[in-house]
Structure formats: structure tokens, C-alpha cells
């Protein structure tokens, strides 16, 4: 194998080990909790990959990083794996052809896919059930969780690009 082939496959394995490591993160008891909201650290790590690598390897980061956040969910398997890889390649194609990978999308991507996917969840899990104050799930836990996760894709996305750009300069190299 030449140098590039080795370069590409230790970047995608280095991806995937990132997001295993947010998975940790995100779901270690009592870590990163800021007034009982914990973010979704692999939701803003997807949507970065997605706009770095674009729309095939975002869809399917997109899918890994939705079904180990399928392992920590009370929903159905595949929920968020499938609701995250749509976001993903939707976002690596409005990268690819419309939009710019830059800081302000980025947040702008990570808080429309939580604001959908945490939605739906509160949806299926509690709104269809016709509990009453079932509002107060979504002011006080739904809403908390979408900003935390959308104020962490800054630092995630900063982190992935420079990752991106630096393997770029490798293998053009």
C-alpha cells in the first residue's frame, strides 16, 4: 500500500475512534452535566465529518454515530441512526453544492439535525401520549440538550476541519 492509501484509511479509523470517544464522553454519569443537560457529542461530530468529507462519508459516520446514540436511547433501534445519517448526507450535499464549510454553518447544521431528531423523540416518546404538563419535558430537558450540543460544535468542528486539512496537505503532498 502506498503512503496515501495508508494516510486515508488511519484518517476514517481515526474518525471512527473519535466518535467512540464522544460516545464515552456523552455518556459517562455526571460528566459535562451543565443544569441536568448533557450534550450529544457525536450528533455535531457527525455533522462536521459530513461537511469535511462530504455526502457518502458523512451518511455513514452520520449512521455509526446515530446508532451508538440508539445504544444510550430509550427509542426504538436505528431511530437516530437513520434520522442522523439523512441529516448528514443532506449536509455534506448542501456543502458539496451549495453552502460553505465554515464555522456558521456548522452550528447552523448541528441545531437544525437536534432540533428535528430531539423533536421527534419527544414526540414519539412523550408528546403522542396525551400526558398532561408533558410540555415541561421539552422547556426543561428537550430544549437544554439542543443548545448545549449546538454550543459544543464549535470546538468540534474546529477540531475535525484542522484534522481534514492536515490530511489534505499529506496526501497532496
Not at 88 to 107: D, E, F, K, R
Request: charged fraction near 10%; proline fraction near 3%.
Amino acid at each position: 500500500m502506498n503512503k496515501t492509501k495508508l494516510t486515508l484509511i488511519a484518517k476514517f479509523l481515526a474518525y471512527g475512534a473519535l466518535l467512540l470517544v464522544l460516545y464515552v464522553l456523552q455518556t459517562t454519569p455526571g460528566l459535562f452535566v451543565i443544569f441536568g443537560a448533557k450534550p450529544m457529542l457525536v450528533v455535531p461530530a457527525a455533522i462536521a465529518i459530513a461537511m469535511c468529507e462530504g455526502e457518502l462519508v458523512g451518511g455513514f459516520y452520520g449512521a455509526f454515530a446515530g446508532l451508538l446514540c440508539d445504544m444510550g436511547s430509550s427509542m426504538l433501534f436505528g431511530f437516530n441512526g437513520l434520522l442522523l445519517a439523512f441529516f448528514c448526507v443532506g449536509t455534506g450535499l448542501l456543502v458539496t453544492h451549495l453552502m460553505h464549510c465554515n464555522l456558521w454553518n456548522a452550528i447552523l447544521f448541528t441545531f437544525i439535525a437536534m432540533l428535528a431528531i430531539s423533536s421527534l423523540e419527544f414526540l414519539f416518546g412523550y408528546g403522542m401520549w396525551g400526558l398532561e404538563n408533558v410540555w415541561m419535558i421539552y422547556v426543561y430537558r428537550t430544549l437544554p440538550l439542543i443548545v448545549y450540543t449546538t454550543a459544543v460544535a464549535p470546538l468540534l468542528f474546529w477540531l475535525l476541519s484542522k484534522v481534514h486539512r492536515k490530511v489534505q496537505r499529506m496526501v497532496n503532498d
